[in-house]
């Protein structure tokens, strides 16, 4: 079989490294040829904060997220040490007992989904965490959630996967192949559209829109966090309106470094740094960690998530054109799902079974919604 | 010859007087104090782009770390290595 994957981001890596152990499978040798102009992972995989977080804004969701879980748990042993996986769990931190109610059928969602998930008092938050700050009511602790670092991950499964990486962009998709900007035809079985928000411009129909955020890392300091952080308002500021949001958002990297987030804005396509929207985040994750008003900051980015307009990714054929699948709109989930997508992808491309076909993550999901209609 | 300004630092407490105008890093260098601190496996980090964006030149001044390829100096300066201050030289 012959396969071209767009984007060498780690969704773009992971589907190549599914199509080329299922071709196996089949006994056919898979020959994936992947295009990305940049370096690998150096798109919105290199943006991220790179948390492998289970999440339940719908069903689809949690199905999507608790089975990339365990896909990574799988893949663990076998990758570098480079690539820092790290289980130091999530814990959701609840400001007021308001909030604190709301965990519980989240709790229950989770273990539903076999994802193990606990409720700590503000005692045991405090124990567990003692750089918040007093008052808060408890948490959701979420044990098997992890953080990875992304950009070598995608390397890793590229190379696991005798993948071909081509540093050529596709100018146009065609019936059985693609065309590179050099103008060199190239064919193929299948074709996957996997380089986050480049798909809209090989696809300008898709319902994808940017999404900034900005990301702080601290230097090494003082400060001791053991879960990666997010309090339960994220929930709503995550995906709440279009409106610029911040939220309170810490990872704690092996080498005692702190990854400060979390800000989402539409339509924000330049990589400029937001200063007064920076502010409002860093003093957002300061009002929960006092601490971080007396560390430093070393470096300050921002990247685009390619969010859809239901929050869940583009996983499937392309409606009208043959031999294309779709692999994208990940938005903040692209790490976490991308080990999901890839075998949903593998699943739909040869047939084999996956819990998550019981979900739509289709592009011809939209063909129904307005949103399609003017784009 | 014209006179020059000098500026009277502490380097870990030594005192020290360089140029004013000059920078932090400079005096650091002109005193031989290095490696300017260490990466977490132990390896000797220094000062590499010279202008504020590879942030190898961390030190602590005043209490305050910061990229000392950036920061002048000035009268009465306390400056030590982050080594020193995070105990881990």
Same mark, same amino acid.
């Given at each position: 079989?012959?396969?071209?994957?767009?984007?060498?981001?780690?969704?773009?890596?992971? *589907?190549?490294?599914?199509?080329?152990?299922?071709?196996?499978?089949?006994?056919?040798?898979?020959?994936?040829?992947?295009?990305?102009?940049?370096? =690998?992972?150096?798109?919105?995989?290199?943006?991220?904060?790179?948390?492998?977080? =289970?999440?339940?804004?719908?069903?689809?969701?949690?199905?999507?997220?608790? #089975?990339?879980?365990?896909?990574?748990?799988?893949?663990?042993?076998?990758?570098?040490?480079?690539?820092?996986?790290?289980? *130091?769990?999530?814990?959701?931190?609840?400001?007021?007992?308001?909030?604190?109610?709301?965990?519980?059928?989240?709790?229950?969602?989770?273990?539903?989904?076999?994802?193990?998930?606990?409720?700590?008092?503000?005692?045991?938050?405090?124990?567990?965490?003692?750089?918040?700050?007093?008052?808060?009511?408890?948490?959701?602790?979420?044990?098997?959630?992890?953080?990875?670092?992304?950009?070598? =991950?995608?390397?890793?499964?590229?190379?696991?996967?005798?993948?071909?990486?081509?540093?050529?962009?596709?100018?146009?998709?065609?019936?059985?192949?693609?065309?590179?900007?050099?103008?060199?035809?190239?064919?193929?079985?299948?074709?996957?559209?996997?380089?986050?928000?480049?798909?809209?411009?090989?696809?300008?129909?898709?319902?994808?829109?940017? +999404?900034?955020?900005? $990301?702080?890392?601290?230097? #090494?300091?003082?400060?001791?966090?053991?879960?990666? $952080?997010?309090? $339960?308002?994220?929930?709503?500021?995550?995906?709440?309106?279009?409106?610029?949001?911040?939220?309170?958002?810490?990872?704690? +990297?092996?080498?005692?470094?702190?990854?400060?987030?979390?800000?989402?804005?539409?339509?924000?396509?330049?990589?400029?740094?937001?200063?007064?929207?920076?502010?409002?985040?860093?003093?957002?994750?300061?009002?929960?960690?006092?601490?971080?008003?007396?560390?430093?900051?070393?470096?300050?980015?921002?990247?685009?998530? *390619?969010?859809?307009?239901?929050?869940?990714?583009?996983?499937?054929?392309?409606?009208?054109?043959?031999?294309?699948?779709?692999?994208?709109?990940?938005?903040?989930?692209?790490?976490?799902?991308?080990?999901?997508?890839?075998?949903?992808?593998?699943?739909?491309?040869?047939?084999?079974?996956?819990?998550?076909?019981?979900?739509?993550?289709?592009?011809?999901?939209?063909?129904?919604?307005?949103? =399609?209609?003017?784009? | 010859?014209?006179?020059?300004?000098?500026?009277? @630092?502490?380097?870990?407490?030594?005192?020290?007087?360089?140029?004013?105008?000059?920078?932090?890093?400079?005096?650091?260098?002109?005193?031989?104090?290095?490696?300017?601190?260490?990466?977490?496996?132990?390896?000797?980090?220094?000062? @590499?782009?010279?202008?504020?964006?590879?942030?190898?030149?961390?030190?602590?001044?005043?209490?305050?770390?910061?990229?000392?390829?950036?920061?002048?100096?000035?009268?009465?300066?306390?400056?030590?290595?982050?080594?020193?201050?995070?105990?881990?030289?």
């Amino acid at each position: 079989m012959k396969a071209i994957v767009i984007g060498g981001g780690l969704v773009g890596a992971a *589907c190549a490294d599914a199509l080329a152990r299922h071709s196996a499978l089949n006994g056919q040798a898979a020959r994936v040829t992947v295009l990305e102009p940049g370096p =690998v992972g150096g798109g919105a995989t290199a943006a991220g904060m790179g948390h492998l977080v =289970v999440m339940d804004d719908s069903p689809a969701q949690l199905a999507l997220t608790a #089975r990339s879980l365990e896909l990574w748990e799988a893949l663990a042993p076998a990758l570098p040490s480079q690539a820092d996986y790290h289980g *130091c769990g999530t814990l959701w931190v609840a400001s007021d007992e308001e909030e604190l109610a709301a965990v519980e059928p989240k709790r229950r969602a989770y273990l539903a989904a076999g994802r193990e998930a606990t409720l700590l008092d503000a005692a045991e938050l405090a124990r567990a965490e003692p750089n918040l700050r007093p008052g808060l009511a408890g948490a959701l602790r979420v044990p098997g959630d992890s953080v990875v670092y992304a950009p070598v =991950v995608a390397q890793f499964l590229l190379e696991r996967a005798g993948a071909t990486v081509r540093r050529e962009a596709v100018a146009e998709l065609r019936d059985g192949g693609v065309r590179l900007e050099s103008g060199e035809m190239l064919r193929a079985d299948v074709v996957v559209v996997a380089n986050g928000i480049g798909a809209v411009s090989l696809l300008p129909g898709l319902p994808l829109r940017q +999404r900034k955020g900005h $990301l702080l890392i601290t230097e #090494r300091g003082p400060i001791h966090v053991h879960h990666q $952080l997010v309090e $339960l308002g994220y929930l709503k500021s995550a995906h709440g309106n279009d409106e610029d949001s911040v939220a309170f958002n810490v990872q704690p +990297r092996p080498t005692g470094q702190l990854l400060i987030g979390s800000s989402r804005q539409f339509e924000q396509p330049d990589r400029e740094i937001d200063w007064p929207l920076l502010r409002r985040m860093l003093r957002r994750a300061a009002e929960f960690l006092p601490a971080l008003e007396n560390i430093s900051a070393l470096r300050i980015w921002t990247g685009q998530r *390619c969010a859809s307009p239901d929050h869940l990714p583009l996983v499937g054929p392309h409606p009208h054109l043959d031999g294309v699948f779709l692999a994208t709109g990940h938005e903040g989930l692209g790490i976490t799902t991308a080990l999901g997508t890839a075998e949903l992808l593998a699943a739909q491309v040869f047939g084999v079974p996956s819990e998550l076909l019981a979900h739509d993550f289709t592009p011809a999901r939209f063909d129904r919604l307005p949103e =399609v209609a003017h784009a | 010859m014209p006179e020059r300004t000098l500026a009277v @630092l502490t380097l870990e407490g030594v005192r020290v007087t360089v140029p004013a105008g000059t920078t932090v890093l400079a005096a650091l260098q002109n005193a031989g104090l290095s490696p300017l601190r260490r990466s977490l496996s132990g390896e000797a980090r220094g000062a @590499l782009c010279g202008m504020g964006s590879c942030s190898e030149c961390r030190a602590v001044v005043d209490g305050l770390t910061v990229r000392t390829c950036l920061t002048p100096v000035h009268d009465g300066q306390s400056v030590q290595r982050l080594g020193i201050v995070n105990r881990e030289v």
